[in-house]
């Protein structure tokens, strides 16, 4: 099966600007997960969709992140404006709702560098 | 809240050499445990991972791990590593019931021929 897509895979932008990332997961997969990776650091997640709804968004920057999965399929993330501290890969995952203990399929990523 | 600590963040070993990867995870209800994998370019993938049941684990690769809930740890072994395996690794919790994972910050394994 065609694992998670990720896009741009590379991204610099100067602080104050705007950046958007898009996933589409793995066809079928209910739930999407947005992580941030910061270097030397595990990912930790941002926000959390079951569907087209937010299951958990307590980590998410509200202020200058933003989420979004219409149609409960692909998703997009958006940094407004961007920080220096920005600078990180952002990860989306996606899991089949029913499988056992909901394992998590990764794409491979958006490192972002905020100058 | 959950949080997961892996002690070792830098190990270096020769092939054939044994591996144990220390994590140790704070939460008192049931927990999923998993192990995640790293490759240099590639994207994470999953290597382990326990629900319930038997607490010793076999994963992809000839890994394994060992669930001792008294310790609230599950290490990461391998009898023999190889060079393929230098990658950075892992640990991961979810709480049951709730999906996200919490992960650890991670340990690079370096395997020298």
């Known amino acids: 099966e065609a694992g998670v897509a990720q896009s741009p895979r590379y991204k610099i932008i100067e602080k104050r600007q705007s950046v958007a990332f898009w996933c589409n997961p793995i066809?079928?997969?209910?739930?999407l997960y947005w992580y941030q990776q910061i270097l030397g650091q595990g990912p930790k997640l941002l926000i959390q969709?079951?569907?087209?709804?937010?299951?958990?968004d307590s980590q998410l920057p509200k202020d200058r992140f933003s989420a979004e999965r219409l149609k409960g399929v692909d998703s997009t993330l958006k940094i407004q404006p961007a920080k220096l501290e920005d600078s990180a890969v952002y990860l989306c995952?996606?899991?089949?709702?029913?499988?056992?203990?909901?394992?998590?399929?990764f794409g491979p990523g958006t490192r972002l560098t905020v100058t | 809240a959950q949080s997961v600590s892996q002690h070792n963040h830098h190990v270096i070993l020769s092939e054939a050499a044994s591996l144990e990867l220390g994590c140790n995870y704070s939460?008192?209800?049931?927990?999923?445990l998993f192990w995640y994998v790293q490759y240099p370019g590639q994207h994470l993938q999953l290597l382990l991972k326990?629900?319930?049941?038997?607490?010793l684990v076999k994963g992809i690769k000839g890994f394994e791990a060992e669930f001792i809930k008294s310790k609230f740890s599950f290490n990461l072994r391998k009898p023999s590593v190889q060079w393929s395996d230098t990658a950075e690794y892992f640990c991961?919790?979810?709480?049951?019931?709730?999906?996200?994972?919490?992960f650890g910050s991670g340990t690079r394994l370096q395997v020298q021929p």
């Open positions: 066809s079928g997969h209910a739930t």
């Open positions: 939460y008192g209800g049931t927990v999923n």
């Open positions: 969709f079951q569907n087209n709804g937010v299951v958990d």
């Open positions: 991961a919790v979810n709480a049951a019931g709730r999906r996200a994972l919490t």
């Open positions: 326990y629900f319930s049941g038997d607490p």
């Open positions: 995952a996606s899991s089949f709702e029913y499988r056992e203990a909901y394992e998590q399929y």
